[in-house]
T-cell receptor, first 111, second 114 residues
Framework: AQSVTQPDIHITVSEGASLELRCNYSYGATPYLFWYVQSPGQGLQLLLKYFSGDTLVQGIKGFEAEFKRSQSSFNLRKPSVHWSDAAEYFCAVVTGNQFYFGTGTSLTVIP | GAGVSQSPRYKVAKRGQDVALRCDPISGHVSLFWYQQALGQGPEFLTYFQNEAQLDKSGLPSDRFFAERPEGSVSTLKIQRTQQEDSAVYLC????????????FGSGTRLTVV
């Protein structure tokens, strides 16, 4: 069965510091992987996606993610966090018609 | 429209009441999905439409949940005889294809059953 694990429920970083949010997946074939961000009271916004090819993908708002097949991971990174990045982040894998989402990582940014 | 529109944004229902949640997808998007997001959880799949055809309803939690998309555009998720465990945010998403390029999500309807 497909599943996505986000081991960090909550992360706090200082503004300007670097960020890495972890995501591990369980899927038999080459996965289609996504990162979404959700601000309070809002829907989910697509940050970036990986289908194939270059394992380092660039997204919006300065985010990037690296697919590592050997580790079954797709971690999200940003070199310098801004206060506006505070939100909930969801990793997801798609198979067939469905997205399978992780339980999310809540990011707090302190001045 | 420019995005996926959901209404109402908030709904409070008394236990046992029927509710209807509306989703207006992006014009031309053939695929439409409903997700349920409980507090502190990631979204969970409910059902999927391609045009007017409901191709997958495996995620609907009970026969009290019913979704339709009669003309292949607007969709309605109906919950009959609401229970407290139905309290959640219901998200609608649409896609030009089968979703592998990523969905565009609406802002959701927050349902509270009291």
């Amino acid at each position: 069965a497909q599943s996505v694990t986000q081991p960090d429920i909550h992360i706090t970083v200082s503004e300007g510091a670097s960020l890495e949010l972890r995501c591990n997946y369980s899927y038999g074939a080459t996965p289609y992987l996504f990162w979404y961000v959700q601000s309070p009271g809002q829907g989910l916004q697509l940050l970036l996606k990986y289908f194939s090819g270059d394992t380092l993908v660039q997204g919006i708002k300065g985010f990037e993610a690296e697919f590592k097949r050997s580790q079954s991971s797709f971690n999200l990174r940003k070199p310098s966090v801004h206060w506006s990045d505070a939100a909930e982040y969801f990793c997801a894998v798609v198979t067939g018609n469905q997205f399978y989402f992780g339980t999310g990582t809540s990011l707090t940014v302190i001045p | 429209g420019a995005g996926v529109s959901q209404s109402p944004r908030y709904k409070v229902a008394k236990r046992g009441q029927d509710v209807a949640l509306r989703c207006d997808p992006i014009s031309g998007h053939v695929s439409l999905f409903w997700y349920q997001q409980a507090l502190g959880q990631g979204p969970e799949f409910l059902t999927y439409f391609q045009n007017e055809a409901q191709l997958d309803k495996s995620g609907l939690p009970s026969d009290r949940f019913f979704a339709e998309r009669p003309e292949g555009s607007v969709s309605t998720l109906k919950i009959q005889r609401t229970q407290q465990e139905d309290s959640a945010v219901y998200l609608c998403a649409s896609s030009e294809n089968r979703g592998r390029d990523g969905y565009t999500f609406g802002s959701g309807t927050r349902l509270t059953v009291v």
